[in-house]
């Protein structure tokens, strides 16, 4: 093969340029410098992977409300009663075969237009309103879903002790049933301690809740309040045992205020009963909300 140097001059033609780098100068270390890579927009539409995972649950929650106020429906009566299956006033069944409007926010029996069960929106509002705090405010990780099952279940209980009184096993025992076992779920991928801690604080504070109601009888808590105190204690358990006495401190708190503004208006006396599952609820959603 013919070696071949640089092509020749050509007489009347100009030289091309010399396309090649010149060296740096001597004594002068250039380093090469990063180009800036451009920022990454996020595209139209973007929706952050907890709000992907979490609006399916939020959906979920809002479609069962006919069914939780089903629930506070059927269970609103005094004890030894036996469960309501319809009106008061006509008899009209109600039931998911004909729910509407007797289970929609109306609250009116198809047949005779009297109120049936809760007060009318106040399930739908109840719902939407932990529809709008798990979207945007609710505790992370796996004991997300223990938590909106027991929303599920501890809304229309809660309905049904305001009402009259009382917490009815068919609600709590499946809400703490369910919320042991998912916390237990989301063990599998956390500390194990968290669920061990779950179940400590559950069992704790209901047997607290139980032995008030047997050693000081109607001053004391009642065994309703002690078996919601078995998901209760689990739900803030799970994140630490100052989640657990900070929840407590609310609930106590907001209870105690309430007190005091009745008997302030003269709404209640000394010897008023007031249901505490109200105050079990919020105090529990405010201690989750505010320190996870």
Same mark, same amino acid.
């Given at each position: 093969?013919?070696?071949? *140097? ?5 007489? #009347? ?12 100068p001597s004594g002068d270390a ?17 929706? /952050?992977? =907890?709000?992907?995972?979490?609006? /399916?649950?939020?959906?979920?929650? %809002? ?13 609103? !009566? ?8 319809g009106c008061d006033a006509c ?7 004909? /729910?509407?409007?007797? +289970? ?11 109120? !049936? ?5 106040? !399930? ?46 068919? +609600? ?11 916390? #237990? ?9 968290? @669920?061990?801690?779950?179940?400590? *604080? ?25 078996? +919601? ?6 739900? %803030?358990? @799970? ?14 708190? %907001?209870?105690? %205020? =309430?007190?005091? *503004? ?14 505490? #599952? ?15």
């Amino acid at each position: 093969m013919a070696l071949t *140097g640089p092509p020749a001059a050509i007489p #009347g033609r100009e030289d091309p340029p010399d396309r090649r780098p010149a060296p740096p100068p001597s004594g002068d270390a250039t380093e090469p410098q990063a180009t800036p890579s451009p920022l990454r927009e996020r595209p139209a539409g973007h929706v /952050p992977a =907890v709000g992907r995972t979490r609006f /399916p649950a939020v959906f979920a929650i %809002l479609a069962i409300s006919p069914l939780m106020r089903l629930a506070a429906l059927r269970y609103a !009566v005094p004890p030894g009663l036996p469960s309501r299956a319809g009106c008061d006033a006509c008899d009209a069944p109600v039931g998911l075969t004909r /729910p509407w409007p007797a +289970l929609g926010p109306a609250a009116r029996c198809g047949r005779c237009r009297a109120r !049936v069960g809760p007060p009318p929106a106040t !399930v739908e509002l109840a719902v939407l309103a932990a529809a709008v705090l798990l979207t945007f405010a609710g505790p992370p990780g796996g004991a997300l879903p223990a938590l909106i099952w027991w929303l599920g279940w501890t809304i229309p209980a809660i309905l049904v002790d305001l009402a009259v009184h009382r917490l009815p096993d068919r +609600l709590t025992l499946p809400a703490a049933a369910g919320t042991w076992l998912l916390l #237990g779920v989301a063990a599998l991928d956390a500390d194990p301690g968290h @669920w061990l801690r779950a179940v400590l *604080g559950g069992t704790g504070l209901a047997l607290f809740f139980a032995s008030t109601a047997v050693l000081l009888g109607r001053r004391g808590f009642g065994l309703g309040d002690a078996k +919601l105190a078995l998901s209760v204690g689990a739900l %803030l358990g @799970w994140y630490g045992w100052p989640v657990l006495l900070f929840g407590l401190v609310l609930t106590f708190g %907001l209870s105690a %205020l =309430v007190s005091l *503004g009745l008997l302030a208006t003269r709404r209640a006396n000394w010897n008023t009963h007031l249901p505490f #599952g109200p105050f079990l609820l919020l105090g529990t959603t405010a201690a989750l909300l505010l320190a996870t």
